[in-house]
């Protein structure tokens, strides 16, 4: 099992015996099937992740080790070696994440994230966004209180946390960015979105809003 890149950079120096062989057993002898050996059990292998891990991260991984068997064996000799096992994330998960890091290329000016606090796809997503916006994980529409108060997920602190004046009313237009964990139902995003256009004035009603995107039949 190989947590990150950093770890997968030190499996593939061991396959390449860049590095001694005693080094597996250091990182990885704990988490790994009894006997294992790495020069001879990584002869031909494949490469699949937690459903919910960061997909860029994952190919990361995937691509550590690919050329790694490639400097070992050429590349001529890959699919002898290394299992082509790309498409083992999960749809929703990576649909979520894709779509996540399409909203960081916008000029937004806080992000909303709704989802479980103990929801591993969730927090990935409130990792991107947190990068470049003020972010706050909520779980439903109840954590916003007023346009002065929300109770929100500190992932790192692993702790809820209270932020004050969180909503800049007073910026016009203010930018708003909403999404929530791929198993969020979308009825608790639904609800977040008319809580903080409540906060405002001449907001469009919603059949007014949806016009454009109506069926004509």
């Not at 770890?7 to 597996?24: C, V, Y």
């Not at 529409?141 to 007023?146: D, G, L, T, V």
Request: overall charge negative.
């Amino acid at each position: 099992m190989v947590l990150n890149p950093d770890e997968a950079t030190i499996l593939a120096e061991i396959m390449l015996e860049k590095r001694p062989l005693s080094d597996f057993d250091t990182y990885f002898g704990h988490k790994c099937t009894p006997g294992f050996h790495p020069l001879k059990d990584l002869n031909k292998f494949g490469v699949i992740n937690q459903t919910t891990m960061l997909a860029t991260e994952t190919k990361h991984v995937m691509e550590i080790l690919k050329q790694a068997v490639i400097e070992k064996y050429g590349e001529e000799n890959l699919k002898d070696h290394f299992a082509d096992t790309s498409d083992t994330l999960c749809y929703a998960t990576n649909e979520n994440q894709t779509a996540t890091l399409g909203l960081m290329e916008t000029d937004a000016d806080i992000a909303l994230v709704v989802g479980g606090y103990n929801s591993s796809n969730t927090t990935h997503l409130v990792e991107l966004l947190e990068h470049k916006f003020p972010t706050y994980h909520i779980r439903d529409a109840q954590e916003i209180k007023s346009p002065s108060e929300i109770h929100h997920y500190d992932q790192w602190k692993k702790e809820e946390l209270v932020t004050h004046d969180w909503l800049p009313t007073d910026k016009k237009p203010l930018k708003v960015i909403i999404t929530s964990g791929a198993s969020c139902p979308d009825i608790l995003v639904d609800e977040v979105i008319l809580k903080v256009l409540s906060y405002f004035d001449g907001v469009k009603e919603i059949e007014e809003a949806l016009k454009p995107f109506a069926s004509s039949e």
